[in-house]
């Protein structure tokens, strides 16, 4: 009798548990996923170009990317380079280094469509402006908040206006080996210069100084996007 007393008791013991667990209401756990982050741009990756690929050829917008980084020397330092290759003579004295050399710059600019003018040498460079086709130059980085044109980021202390020709030069440059990119008066060696000025005009006559911006610039070291193109 009182093993039938013990076995009812279980029973209902198990009931009224049974009933309490199916009257719960709390909500039953969930472990949601973390939302996946994407990974931040490596600091040489800006504007499509990178240490594994310094140079990019647009021939649909006519454009050639280079990758540099900034020389903040030249934000308080006068010199007559915009930008020349890392591991050219000259490749410390420009404001923006650059990380393609003159040949294959020089090739990039044919397969947009410049044109080289190939109008000076060392015997008239310092009465001559170059010529070829006239380019635009913009640079931009990893959260600048657009393209800026090379006067707005490269100072003239007479205040005219940086006008780049594509003066072609390449032998010069295979054998001179300064790296030059684009100079800052017209020169007989640099794939590109600035026809405003003749050569001689910043280191022999003192007729202007150029510097970099530093107000608009990145901070020394900052890789950037160096995007040329045939002006309009």
Sequence with gaps: MKFKKNALL???LGISMLGF???????????????????PAAPDQVGGVSLENPILVDKEAKTVTVLTQVNGKYFTEVTRH????????NGAKSVFTAYADPVAFYDALVEIGAEPGNNMNLDNAATTHVEGT????KVTWNGAEKEYDVNEVIKDSNGKQIAFKFGGNLEMAK??????????????VGIISNSTYTYGSVE???????MGNKDILPEDGTYIATVYSIAE
């Design 82 to 89: 915009a930008s020349v290759f890392k591991d050219g003579t």
């Design 10 to 12: 279980a029973i209902m």
């Design 175 to 188: 054998n001179k080996n300064t790296g030059c990119l684009s100079c800052l008066d017209s020169c007989p």
């Design 134 to 137: 006239a380019l635009d130059m």
């Design 204 to 210: 022999k006559t003192s007729e202007v100084t150029f």
């Design 21 to 39: 667990a199916g009257c719960s209401n709390a909500p039953a756990e969930t472990t949601e996923e973390p939302a996946a982050q994407e990974e």
